[in-house]
């Protein structure tokens, strides 16, 4: 019945792993390499497997379904 009501059908395999990707998603969008790299590394580093992956997918999927903050636009005289 509520607004943000969320459907749970489609939670991921692996709920570690579709975090990883959702804080990958977040660094892409910030345009911070360090951390993508950081987080490229923590994937890699286990033996990942198809539920991995795709966990990691639907993680970054997730964040980036959310549509950006339009910022305000500088330097510019308010009427």
Do not use: C, W
Request: glycine content about 6%; cysteine-free.
């Amino acid at each position: 019945m509520g607004l943000f009501r969320r459907d749970n059908n489609d939670s991921p395999a692996n709920p570690a792993m579709a975090e990883l990707g959702r804080e990958f998603a977040i660094a892409r969008r910030h345009r911070d390499r360090k951390t993508m790299r950081r987080i490229g590394r923590q994937y890699d580093a286990p033996a990942t497997t198809d539920a991995d992956a795709a966990s990691f997918q639907h993680g970054q999927q997730t964040y980036d379904a959310i549509p950006p903050v339009k910022r305000p636009r500088r330097n510019q005289r308010r009427r």
